[in-house]
């Protein structure tokens, strides 16, 4: 069955299952959805709320419904012409109740004797910090050694610290707790003490990386995925995360082998800003953060980029521009690179040693190190596209500091084997870009913070129309079948959210007098954490008429978001050491916004340029579900959302007033219900669904308006290989500016042929339109012939 558009479903056992989804199947039939996509369903961590840590790789999750569910959402959805996509999770399993991950138990057990002791990359050696055993990162300090006992409560004596439980070797249990630990495989260390015996998803200590290298490894953690593909239950993947594995590549072209040439394949790639997807890979394309930042930046305005800078800079130092970003990130990644992945860089270092038999210095070895996995701008460098890059950080490392060139020598020569350093290197150096930019940096930088997204580039204020076309073209020539999307799972905005605070690039001014009012009257706690904050409050405040106060959940959801935020930045409090006066201080500060009048004056703001935003949302949408590749509607985004970062955007969705909606749509205003949204995207998804050939694999030809107000509109045409467009899409842009001038004379071609406008249900002859008439209902056009 074609692939025309997907629609993200975050599964959790205790309010989403699988049988959830198959009662949902008619909703997104009507919508205009192809595919139900499905977060990850084998089974996870007891009340796990996402799935990414995955216990047990042999079984779809009980929780959801099992392997029965499976097949009868399968069936529902296959019955209405459409299809499923599974999300899939190779590179780590969780291990945060040992118990419940049966491979991991037995590694316990049996340490090395373990048949499942090489599915997991562990450190075995005898210089391992832990004296050959498994450093497991759980107590507080060394003294809590004294705190263990043995549980004998049930059927096997279990070492227990707290409520941790770790299993006992058969024979090893006849004395004291202390002893009793000493003699195990593996050594319970304090999570501060830099001993990891194993490598993780990035930081994660709960995440333990497992080898799809191994054959076996393989084998045993698809075989599951192998079954739904012969039983024909699923019709795509999504890859999470492969960056992390040994080898994607040659993962990748065993996956294809197993899921056969036509199912859809795509993979979480983070794309550094210049980087290249490499067209070797067998997949359809990336999970589509490129297109998000391309999409959502042709509506930033870059004329807002100075004054916004001057805001930031006199505020905060933050002048956001791309020397100053880059300063920051190259720090952060030192720094990150140093400490909480400071094992794997430690792992890394001594596998360089050992292959190269180099004589330069402990010290030297890992600043050098450090420093080139710092200067590293993508996730990491083995991929085709990028030959030769590697080589070219380590050039420039050496001309910095010519005192390592020893030991830049021995990097050189450990990449060159391709042995174990060569591999822990790409996977270093993806682990620290994500620890020390998603997940520190875009919380310390505060400009415009709507562009501080996975994949995003902060430094860049807006995208212009010639490299948003050139990009689509692109999309559309090389990745027709990549997902594009706008929201995700992981995104630390949604959609809308980033939409209205995009807005502020267009009123920076106005901006940055606001703030100054607020700041007098309700002083942040924090230059940084203000400005970021001020920015996420005005991109989620109500503006339905309701008082922020009275919103259910909206004063504990900022609250928990503004925790979060700070202790990811980590400069006056952080996970592992918690300022408690300086949180304290930020709820006050929070709290005393919403109540008082600052947040009166917020949400009067927010209110007069709401329509500006709802005008943006309805334009990127539109050019997402109409642009090349198969765009992904998230949960619940096709109405009006006001998601922040994970947790928040995972929460659940209320069907039956979505259901309601779309039963009575007609042609609604724009508003604060979301109503035209939905309208958009029903209307698009099902124009897709009609004329795949237009979309997955047609043409992609720009449209650009004449006139005065020319500059406001961005569109495109598409159409089938080989015949005149026969779908333009249309959006207005940076509408603060055209509602103080108008569009005036501006007017935009259509081909010749009567053209109907699907929302409105207009239509126009081919020739010279005036876009005042074509835009005096919605924002945007969907024009067929």
């Not at 629609?7 to 049988?19: I, P």
């Not at 199912?263 to 490499?278: A, M, N, Q, S, Y």
């Not at 107000?709 to 509408?735: K, M, N, W, Y």
């Amino acid at each position: 069955m074609s692939i025309t558009a997907t629609y993200r479903l975050q599964l959790r056992g205790d309010c989403f299952t699988l049988a959830d989804a198959a009662a949902v199947a008619d909703y997104l039939d009507d919508l205009g959805i192809s595919h139900a996509y499905l977060s990850p369903i084998l089974t996870a961590t007891t009340g796990s709320t996402h799935g990414y840590d995955v216990t047990d790789v042999t079984r779809v999750s009980p929780a959801l419904g099992g392997r029965e569910a499976l097949a009868a959402l399968s069936r529902e959805v296959r019955g209405r012409g459409m299809g499923l996509v599974v999300d899939l999770v190779p590179n780590h399993v969780g291990v945060a109740n040992p118990r419940e991950n049966p491979w991991w138990w037995d590694v316990l057990t049996h340490g090395r004797r373990s048949e499942y002791a090489e599915f997991f990359d562990i450190d075995w050696s005898d210089d391992n910090g832990a004296g050959g055993r498994l450093a497991l990162p759980v107590l507080g300090s060394d003294a809590d050694l004294e705190s263990l006992t043995v549980d004998r409560s049930g059927p096997e004596p279990l070492l227990a610290f707290y409520e941790h439980r770790f299993p006992i070797t058969p024979g090893t249990d006849a004395a004291e707790p202390t002893a009793v630990h000493d003699a195990q495989s593996y050594r319970l260390v304090p999570w501060d003490s830099g001993l990891i015996g194993y490598r993780r998803f990035f930081a994660v200590s709960e995440l333990a990386g497992i080898r799809q290298e191994d054959p076996r490894v393989f084998e045993a953690s698809h075989r599951e995925l192998r079954s739904w593909v012969a039983d024909e239950l699923i019709d795509g993947v999504r890859i999470d995360h492969p960056d992390g594995l040994s080898d994607p590549a040659e993962y990748l072209d065993r996956l294809r082998g197993l899921i056969g040439a036509d199912r859809w394949l795509v993979i979480e790639k983070i794309l550094g800003h210049t980087e290249p997807l490499d067209d070797h890979l067998p997949i359809a394309g990336t999970t589509g953060y490129d297109a998000l930042a391309e999409v959502g930046g042709v509506f930033v305005d870059a004329s807002g980029a100075p004054a916004l800078t001057a805001l930031s800079a006199s505020r905060t130092g933050d002048r956001g521009d791309a020397t100053w970003i880059h300063e920051h990130e190259t720090a952060i990644k030192r720094d990150v690179a140093g400490t909480i992945l400071a094992p794997e860089v430690r792992r890394l270092v001594r596998a360089i040693r050992a292959e190269t038999g180099t004589d330069c210095s402990d010290t030297d070895l890992r600043d050098a190190v450090v420093d080139v996995v710092a200067a590293m701008p993508v996730y990491r460098s083995d991929y085709s596209p990028l030959a030769g890059l590697a080589k070219r950080v380590i050039g420039d490392v050496l001309r910095r500091e010519p005192q390592w060139s020893d030991a830049l020598s021995a990097l050189g020569a450990a990449l060159i084997a391709g042995g174990e350093a060569a591999t822990r290197f790409q996977q270093v150096c993806g682990a620290v870009m994500a620890k020390s930019v998603e997940d520190c940096l875009f919380y310390r930088t505060a400009r415009l913070v709507s562009l501080q997204e996975v994949g995003g580039n902060p430094a860049n204020v807006g995208v212009s129309p010639a490299e948003f076309h050139l990009a689509a073209a692109e999309r559309a020539t090389r990745w027709p079948r990549a997902m594009t999307t706008l929201s995700t799972h992981d995104t630390k905005r949604g959609e809308d959210v980033r939409a209205r605070i995009g807005i502020l690039s267009q009123v920076p001014d106005l901006w940055a007098e606001c703030v100054d009012q607020w700041e007098r009257i309700a002083p942040s706690p924090d230059p940084v954490t203000g400005l970021f904050l001020w920015q996420n409050l005005f991109g989620v405040w109500p503006v339905d008429g309701r008082a922020a106060a009275d919103v259910p959940d909206f004063r504990e959801r900022v609250h928990a978001y503004a925790e979060k935020a700070v202790r990811e930045a980590g400069t006056r409090t952080s996970w592992h050491d918690v300022n408690e006066d300086f949180e304290r201080d930020l709820h006050s500060w929070l709290d005393t916004v919403i109540d008082g009048t600052v947040g009166k004056a917020l949400g009067s703001l927010c209110t007069q340029l709401a329509p500006h935003a709802w005008s943006d949302s309805l334009g990127q949408k539109l050019l997402q579900l109409c642009g090349p590749g198969i765009p992904d509607v998230y949960q619940g985004t096709e109405l009006w959302e006001d998601s922040l970062v994970d947790p928040d955007n995972r929460r659940p969705v209320d069907y039956d007033i979505r259901r309601s909606l779309l039963a009575g749509l007609g042609t609604p205003p724009v508003d604060a219900t979301g109503a035209a949204k939905m309208h958009i995207v029903r209307t698009a998804l099902r124009l897709r669904r009609e004329r795949p050939d237009s979309f997955v694999g047609g043409t992609y030809t720009p449209v650009f308006a004449s006139g005065t107000a020319a500059e406001h509109l961005i569109g495109f045409a598409r159409g089938r290989q080989g015949s005149a467009p026969d779908v333009v899409a249309l959006a207005t842009r940076h509408t603060v500016g055209l509602e103080q001038r108008g569009w005036g004379d501006t007017t935009v071609p259509l081909p010749d042929g009567t053209w109907t406008d699907l929302l409105t249900s207009q239509t126009y002859t081919g020739g010279r339109i005036d876009t005042a008439t074509l835009f005096a209902r919605y924002p945007v056009a969907l024009l067929t012939l």
